[in-house]
């Protein structure tokens, strides 16, 4: 199994990026793909997450309304668009994906695969 995430960069606050998340090695819509993040110093935080079969998504609270996460079955890939960007979602983000379907506790899972990380640095 094997994730590569890819999008990030370097933008000032509020504007927008999308992130790539791109899953082989797995029947994609029997796994869940979440996207978490870490900033320097940070505990790891829990950003979205969407089920492989039928799109159920969740969000942490601190970008609902910002963040929308989306797939294509067809390219077997996971976005994550993020608007109106804070110097405070400055972090590494990185996709994870797992068979099991966590529903509401997915930011305390214990995903079994992950991905590198993509930096993404919002300046103000």
């Known amino acids: 199994v094997q994730l590569q995430a890819s999008g990030g960069g370097l933008v000032q606050a509020g504007e927008s990026l999308r992130l790539s998340c791109v899953v082989s090695?797995?029947?994609?819509?029997?796994?869940?793909i979440a996207w978490f993040r870490q900033a320097p110093e940070k505990e790891r935080e829990g950003v979205s997450c969407?089920?492989?079969?039928?799109?159920?998504?969740y969000y942490g609270d601190s970008v609902k309304g910002r963040f929308t996460v989306s797939s294509d079955k067809t390219k077997n890939t996971v976005y994550l668009q993020m608007n109106n960007l804070k110097p405070e979602d400055t972090a590494v983000y990185f996709c994870a994906a797992d068979s099991v379907w966590y529903g509401d506790r997915w930011s305390s899972g214990s995903w079994d695969y992950w991905g590198q990380g993509t930096l993404v640095t919002v300046s103000s």
């Open positions: 090695g797995v029947i994609f819509d029997e796994y869940a």
């Open positions: 969407i089920s492989g079969g039928d799109d159920r998504v």
